[in-house]
């Protein structure tokens, strides 16, 4: 079974500047979720997805983030425009649920450099 | 709110011996899991172990075991017989129950260095 994929791997920038992420999860897997990961930090929740519904995104910066899954599969990450202490991996992780447990399943992640 | 604490920034193990990584939580909840997850230096997050709140029962994986202590609010993981590939940063982190589906909560994280 395919992994959650995740592109690009990293990504430098100039503050003010914009940057798109992709995740494709895990075939099958309704649930989706977007982490940022500051350096030295656990990951924290930016958005998710159930299908293609926001389910909880009361942490995410919506003036300069924004989150889709139009299709209710792969999902685009935006940031625009960047900031300094966006710097971060950003995760995608999706769930499926087994012996009625769900268990989220995490991609490498995009790492975001902000300059 | 959920709140995991891992008191332990890093730890040590020679390779072949036990160590222990220690993880407290809170929570209002009745129903809920624990995970410890595991993310090398190549940043790929990989389950390690779960629990479920309402199983007395501490879960095992080949070598790997937690201690939960649920009216302590402690959920600690012991690797046995460590071998240099458990090199790696580990978090705990406590998700929603029952048929909920929910964000993580994750801890500061643990580095755990294997000496050979």
């Known amino acids: 079974e395919a992994g959650v994929a995740q592109s690009p791997r990293y990504k430098i920038i100039e503050k003010r500047q914009s940057v798109a992420f992709w995740c494709n999860p895990i075939?099958?897997?309704?649930?989706l979720y977007w982490y940022q990961q500051i350096l030295g930090q656990g990951p924290k929740l930016l958005i998710q997805f159930q299908n293609n519904g926001v389910v909880d995104d009361s942490q995410l910066p919506k003036d300069r983030f924004s989150a889709e899954r139009l299709k209710g599969v792969d999902s685009t990450l935006k940031i625009q425009p960047a900031k300094l202490e966006d710097s971060a991996v950003y995760l995608c992780?999706?769930?499926?649920?087994?012996?009625?447990?769900?268990?989220?399943?995490f991609g490498p992640g995009t790492r975001l450099l902000v300059l | 709110a959920q709140t995991v604490t891992q008191s332990q920034p890093e730890m040590s193990v020679q390779e072949a011996e036990t160590v222990t990584l220690s993880c407290t939580y809170d929570?209002?909840?009745?129903?809920?899991?624990l995970f410890w997850y595991k993310q090398p230096p190549s940043r790929q997050m990989i389950l390690v172990i779960r629990q479920e709140a309402y199983k007395q029962q501490n879960a095992t994986e080949n070598r790997f075991s937690v201690n939960f202590q649920k009216a302590a609010k402690s959920f600690s993981l012991k690797i046995s017989d460590s071998q240099l590939g458990d090199a790696a940063m580990y978090f705990c982190a406590i998700g929603p129950g029952g048929t909920s589906y929910g964000k993580l909560t994750f801890g500061q994280g643990t580095i755990l260095t294997v000496h050979p």
């Open positions: 929570t209002s909840e009745s129903d809920y899991y």
């Open positions: 992780a999706s769930s499926s649920r087994t012996s009625g447990m769900e268990t989220q399943y």
């Open positions: 075939s099958g897997h309704a649930t």
